[in-house]
Structure formats: C-alpha cells, structure tokens
C-alpha cells in the first residue's frame, strides 16, 4: 500500500514537470541573444489549470517564436491513433511541436479543427463536429523527437532507455543538450506553407462545393517544393540585395536566381518550382491565381 494518496502523487509529479520547465527556460534564456527567439510567458505560465472539471496542470509547456513562428516545447505528446480515433496522451514525454494554428478560438495548436462556411446563414463559420464524430485533422507530424537532432543519439543513455522524458532534463548537462536540440529544430524547419490541400482548405473555411481536385493536385505539388526552401525576412534580403540586383518587382525566375546564390534552396528545387508554375499552373487560368497568391505572400509577407 503506497504512502501517497492520488492528488499527493499528482501535485508531486506537477511541481516536478514545473521544475523541469524552469531549468529548460533558463538554459534557452542564455541563448535568446544568439539568435531571434523570444520565450512566451502567458497567464499560465507555460501550465494547464485545474477546475472543478478537469485537472490539466500536469500538461506542461514552453511556448516560443522565431523568426515569427511558433515552436514549443512540450512536457507531455498527444496523439490520435488514425484507425480508432482513440487519443492519447502520455506526461513527462519530452516533444517538439511546430506548425501552430488558430483554431475555433484565439489559443492556438499543431492540429485543425476542419470547418466550412454556411453561405445560407449570412457566411458564418461552422465547425465540422457532431454527436456522432469530430472532424479533426491531427497532425502528428508536427511533433518531433528530439533526439532526431541530438549529437548524441545513444537510446542507452537515457533515463528508460527509450525517448527522452523529464527525468532526463534532471541528468547534469542534459538540459543544454535538448535546448541546443531545439535551436537546430527550430532553425531547420522549412514548413513554410500547410504540407496538403486538405490542411490549407481547412484553415481558410472551404465549404464542400468549393473543394477542387485540379486545385488540390497542384497545390500539394507547390508545397512540397515551397517547403524546401529557406525563406528571407525582409530585413535579410536587403542586407543580401547587391548594387545590381533589383527584385522589388515580383518576378520567379529572378527570385529564385537570388535565393540560390545565396544557399537558401537548391538549383534543382528553385527549376521545379519555375517550370511547375510556367509550364502548368500559369496554364490553369486566373481560377487557379491564389496559388501564386501563395507565393507572394510566402516571398514578401514576412
């Protein structure tokens, strides 16, 4: 018979994942002024709350932003098995998470809430759920071990021998390890646009009828090519801007030329990307316009 009750293991176990928190947010802190990130602290402070419905302290997170993007670091991985809808979740898992987006409501997530817009009751949004089923696009690839960008990939080394968890942040030196890990997430990440139609359709409130398969065909190839690609701030570009180049007129080819001197996408990736939007997507018409509306925004929004 254990000498704790339930609720004194569950505070123990929350003050432990607070404590790991904290000496994770103090080895990023050391290195904010190396590069562009910045820490988030919000009214939890990084922690779910407890209500007289739910207990959700034990979900324990840091959220931070760079290069305008939000990244976390998570004490706990959700997943949705893809055949049962069964979720599940297991705390103290150590978890990168990118590719945060607004939901139903301001708080934001890695997973999208499908939803569509009811033209017949004056274009309001509804979301894709009811009694029987939840429409839910979980996208478990927006999480990430984080020993996949460790030097030291060695399973043996940690705590259970199997992914990275809590008690390892306590192990002497470990905790700059999965920070220095994080920084070369963050900093590695090329997800510049949704991976799949389905995922853009989705953020921007497609109704049924205005799903397209031509659209979801060339869009999906146009991702997967954007998404290789290393995009400029704008304050990199005129920094990298020489006396003779001038690109403030959208022009690809010119673009690409650009990007390519300067290593952020390969020769190869910058000639599929032109010859896809000369020799097919310019070839659609103007229906099929907001693809290079995609591109716009992706080369002159930041």
């Known amino acids: 018979?254990?000498?704790?009750?339930?609720?004194?293991?569950?505070?123990?176990?929350?003050?432990?994942?607070?404590?790991?928190?904290?000496?994770?947010?103090?080895?990023?802190?050391?290195?904010?002024?190396?590069?562009?990130?910045?820490?988030?602290?919000?009214?939890?402070?990084?922690?779910?709350?407890?209500?007289?419905?739910?207990?959700?302290?034990?979900?324990?997170?840091?959220?931070?932003?760079?290069?305008?993007?939000?990244?976390?670091?998570?004490?706990?991985?959700s997943e949705i098995d893809p055949n049962s809808g069964n979720a599940h979740t297991q705390i103290g898992k150590v978890m990168f998470v990118k590719g945060y987006v607004q939901n139903k409501r301001t708080p934001t997530s890695p997973n999208v809430i499908l939803s569509r817009v009811n033209m017949k009751k004056g274009g309001k949004t509804e979301y894709l759920s009811d009694e029987n089923q939840t429409l839910l696009m979980f996208n478990s690839y927006k999480w990430?071990?984080?020993?996949?960008?460790?030097?030291?990939?060695?399973?043996?080394?940690?705590?259970?021998?199997?992914?990275?968890?809590?008690?390892?942040?306590?192990?002497?030196?470990?905790v700059d390890e999965i920070t220095d890990a994080f920084i070369k997430f963050m900093k590695q990440d090329r997800q510049n646009v949704p991976i799949t139609y389905l995922e853009y359709a989705a953020l921007n409130g497609f109704t049924d009828e205005m799903w397209d398969s031509t659209a979801e065909k060339y869009y999906n190839k146009l991702a997967?090519?954007?998404?290789?690609?290393?995009?400029?701030?704008?304050?990199?570009m005129d920094r990298l801007t020489g006396p003779d180049e001038d690109i403030t007129e959208f022009e690809l080819d010119e673009m690409m030329d650009f990007y390519v001197k300067?290593?952020?996408?390969?020769?190869?990736?910058?000639?599929?990307?032109?010859?896809?939007?000369?020799?097919?997507?310019?070839?659609?018409?103007?229906?099929?316009?907001?693809?290079?509306?995609?591109?716009?925004?992706?080369?002159?929004?930041?």
């Open 1 to 77: 018979m254990s000498n704790y009750s339930f609720q004194e293991l569950t505070d123990l176990q929350v003050s432990l994942l607070k404590e790991a928190r904290s000496l994770l947010v103090s080895s990023l802190e050391k290195k904010t002024e190396l590069l562009d990130l910045e820490i988030k602290n919000n009214s939890r402070g990084g922690c779910g709350i407890e209500s007289s419905t739910n207990d959700r302290r034990m979900y324990v997170w840091i959220e931070c932003r760079y290069k305008g993007k939000e990244y976390n670091i998570t004490l706990f991985q």
């Open 224 to 236: 997967s090519l954007l998404n290789r690609i290393s995009v400029m701030s704008q304050e990199e």
């Open 262 to 302: 300067n290593n952020r996408v390969s020769a190869e990736v910058a000639e599929q990307l032109i010859r896809l939007m000369e020799d097919e997507i310019y070839q659609l018409g103007a229906e099929y316009g907001f693809l290079e509306d995609i591109i716009l925004e992706l080369f002159y929004g930041n």
């Open 144 to 174: 990430e071990n984080p020993l996949n960008y460790f030097e030291n990939k060695e399973k043996e080394r940690l705590s259970n021998g199997k992914w990275i968890t809590v008690d390892d942040v306590f192990q002497e030196g470990f």
